[in-house]
Protein backbone atom coordinates (compact mmCIF):
# COMPACT_ATOMS: atom_id res chain seq x y z
CA UNK A 1 0.00 0.00 0.00
CA UNK A 2 1.37 3.13 -0.97
CA UNK A 3 0.17 6.50 0.71
CA UNK A 4 -0.25 10.01 -1.24
CA UNK A 5 3.38 10.81 -0.11
CA UNK A 6 4.79 7.69 -1.67
CA UNK A 7 5.18 6.18 1.72
CA UNK A 8 5.30 2.23 1.38
CA UNK A 9 3.78 0.17 4.33
CA UNK A 10 3.57 -3.39 3.67
CA UNK A 11 2.10 -6.84 5.44
CA UNK A 12 2.08 -10.49 4.50
CA UNK A 13 -1.11 -12.90 3.87
CA UNK A 14 -1.59 -15.24 5.82
CA UNK A 15 -1.92 -18.96 5.61
CA UNK A 16 -6.08 -18.72 5.84
CA UNK A 17 -5.76 -15.77 3.02
CA UNK A 18 -6.23 -13.05 5.28
CA UNK A 19 -4.47 -9.86 5.76
CA UNK A 20 -4.61 -6.95 8.10
CA UNK A 21 -2.89 -3.13 8.63
CA UNK A 22 -3.74 -2.57 12.63
CA UNK A 23 -3.61 0.72 11.92
CA UNK A 24 -4.95 1.44 8.65
CA UNK A 25 -2.04 3.67 6.58
CA UNK A 26 -4.21 5.95 5.24
CA UNK A 27 -6.24 8.81 6.72
CA UNK A 28 -9.91 9.45 5.97
CA UNK A 29 -10.21 10.62 2.32
CA UNK A 30 -6.37 10.33 1.29
CA UNK A 31 -6.13 8.52 -2.07
CA UNK A 32 -3.41 5.82 -1.96
CA UNK A 33 -2.78 2.23 -4.06
CA UNK A 34 -2.82 -1.24 -3.48
CA UNK A 35 -1.30 -3.76 -5.22
CA UNK A 36 -0.72 -7.55 -4.02
CA UNK A 37 3.15 -9.36 -4.97
CA UNK A 38 3.24 -13.10 -5.05
CA UNK A 39 5.96 -14.78 -3.48
CA UNK A 40 7.70 -15.44 -7.06
CA UNK A 41 7.50 -11.85 -7.26
CA UNK A 42 4.49 -11.52 -9.24
CA UNK A 43 2.54 -8.38 -9.46
CA UNK A 44 -1.31 -7.84 -9.31
CA UNK A 45 -1.21 -4.44 -10.74
CA UNK A 46 -1.81 -1.05 -8.51
CA UNK A 47 -5.25 -0.41 -7.92
CA UNK A 48 -6.20 3.59 -6.44
CA UNK A 49 -7.39 3.03 -2.68
CA UNK A 50 -9.08 6.29 -0.92
CA UNK A 51 -8.54 5.74 3.02
CA UNK A 52 -11.83 5.06 4.95
CA UNK A 53 -14.08 6.23 7.40
CA UNK A 54 -11.26 6.51 10.68
CA UNK A 55 -14.17 5.78 13.79
CA UNK A 56 -13.02 7.53 16.82
CA UNK A 57 -13.84 5.73 20.35
CA UNK A 58 -16.04 8.04 23.08
CA UNK A 59 -13.13 8.82 25.70
CA UNK A 60 -13.26 6.41 28.60
CA UNK A 61 -13.35 8.32 31.96
CA UNK A 62 -10.87 7.03 34.40
CA UNK A 63 -11.55 9.53 37.45
CA UNK A 64 -14.95 11.95 37.97
CA UNK A 65 -14.79 13.42 40.86
CA UNK A 66 -13.50 17.16 41.71
CA UNK A 67 -10.81 16.71 38.72
CA UNK A 68 -12.33 14.72 35.34
CA UNK A 69 -9.58 12.32 33.36
CA UNK A 70 -9.06 9.56 31.05
CA UNK A 71 -7.97 8.06 27.83
CA UNK A 72 -7.73 8.44 24.69
CA UNK A 73 -6.32 8.88 21.17
CA UNK A 74 -2.99 10.55 21.12
CA UNK A 75 -3.40 14.17 19.88
CA UNK A 76 -6.80 13.82 19.85
CA UNK A 77 -9.65 16.94 21.68
CA UNK A 78 -11.91 16.16 24.07
CA UNK A 79 -15.04 18.28 24.87
CA UNK A 80 -16.82 18.35 27.93
CA UNK A 81 -20.49 20.50 27.66
CA UNK A 82 -22.24 21.41 30.28
CA UNK A 83 -26.17 21.86 30.83
CA UNK A 84 -26.18 25.28 29.51
CA UNK A 85 -23.61 24.56 26.53
CA UNK A 86 -20.80 25.74 27.54
CA UNK A 87 -17.71 23.50 26.72
CA UNK A 88 -14.70 22.65 28.01
CA UNK A 89 -11.89 20.88 25.79
CA UNK A 90 -8.33 19.42 26.57
CA UNK A 91 -6.09 17.40 24.65
CA UNK A 92 -5.05 13.61 25.43
CA UNK A 93 -1.35 13.84 25.59
CA UNK A 94 1.28 11.43 23.76
CA UNK A 95 0.48 8.08 26.38
CA UNK A 96 -3.25 8.25 25.53
CA UNK A 97 -4.18 10.54 28.54
CA UNK A 98 -6.32 13.63 29.22
CA UNK A 99 -7.62 15.78 32.27
CA UNK A 100 -9.32 18.42 33.54
CA UNK A 101 -7.79 19.28 36.66
CA UNK A 102 -11.07 21.16 37.89
CA UNK A 103 -14.12 18.86 36.65
CA UNK A 104 -16.29 21.00 33.96
CA UNK A 105 -19.48 19.35 35.50
CA UNK A 106 -20.77 20.41 38.96
CA UNK A 107 -21.82 17.16 40.78
CA UNK A 108 -24.95 15.41 39.77
CA UNK A 109 -24.75 17.64 36.34
CA UNK A 110 -25.95 16.33 32.96
CA UNK A 111 -23.48 16.98 30.01
CA UNK A 112 -21.81 15.43 27.20
CA UNK A 113 -18.20 14.28 26.32
CA UNK A 114 -16.76 13.44 22.75
CA UNK A 115 -13.35 13.19 21.32
CA UNK A 116 -12.47 14.49 17.91
CA UNK A 117 -9.23 13.05 16.57
CA UNK A 118 -6.11 14.90 14.50
CA UNK A 119 -8.12 14.51 11.21
CA UNK A 120 -11.52 15.95 12.09
CA UNK A 121 -13.25 12.38 12.62
CA UNK A 122 -15.44 12.56 16.01
CA UNK A 123 -16.52 9.76 18.53
CA UNK A 124 -20.19 11.51 19.07
CA UNK A 125 -21.21 12.57 22.32
CA UNK A 126 -22.35 10.27 25.03
CA UNK A 127 -23.88 11.37 27.79
CA UNK A 128 -21.78 11.95 30.79
CA UNK A 129 -22.92 12.51 34.75
CA UNK A 130 -20.89 15.31 36.88
CA UNK A 131 -19.23 12.64 39.70
CA UNK A 132 -19.08 13.03 43.26
CA UNK A 133 -17.26 16.03 44.36
CA UNK A 134 -17.86 15.75 48.15
CA UNK A 135 -14.70 15.89 50.26
CA UNK A 136 -14.75 14.15 53.96
CA UNK A 137 -14.19 15.91 56.76
CA UNK A 138 -10.47 14.50 57.82
CA UNK A 139 -11.34 12.13 60.65
CA UNK A 140 -8.66 12.79 63.70
CA UNK A 141 -6.56 9.77 65.03
CA UNK A 142 -4.39 11.44 67.35
CA UNK A 143 -4.31 15.35 69.00
CA UNK A 144 -1.95 15.74 71.64
CA UNK A 145 1.43 16.88 70.56
CA UNK A 146 1.14 15.33 67.42
CA UNK A 147 -1.81 15.96 65.05
CA UNK A 148 -2.85 13.25 62.89
CA UNK A 149 -5.72 11.22 60.78
CA UNK A 150 -6.98 10.21 58.07
CA UNK A 151 -8.75 11.38 55.09
CA UNK A 152 -9.27 11.16 50.54
CA UNK A 153 -6.18 10.55 49.29
CA UNK A 154 -4.45 13.31 47.73
CA UNK A 155 -6.23 16.01 49.81
CA UNK A 156 -4.96 18.41 51.70
CA UNK A 157 -6.00 19.42 55.14
CA UNK A 158 -5.59 22.93 56.48
CA UNK A 159 -5.49 23.51 60.25
CA UNK A 160 -6.97 27.18 61.28
CA UNK A 161 -6.74 28.11 64.72
CA UNK A 162 -8.88 31.10 66.63
CA UNK A 163 -7.45 33.42 65.21
CA UNK A 164 -8.06 32.69 61.61
CA UNK A 165 -4.44 31.03 60.32
CA UNK A 166 -3.61 28.06 58.77
Excluded: R, Y
Excluded at 38 to 56: A, F, R, T, Y
Excluded at 126 to 131: H, I, K, N, R, Y
Excluded at 132 to 143: K, L, M, R
Amino acid sequence: MTDADGNTSTTVVDENGNWTFPENPLTEGEVGSIEAIDINGNESGEVELIGGDQHVDIPEITENGTSLSGTGEAGSTIIVTDADGNTSTTVVDENGHWTFPENPLTEGELGTIEAIDTNGNESGKAELVGGDQHVDVPEITENGTSLSGTGEAGSTIIVTDADGNT
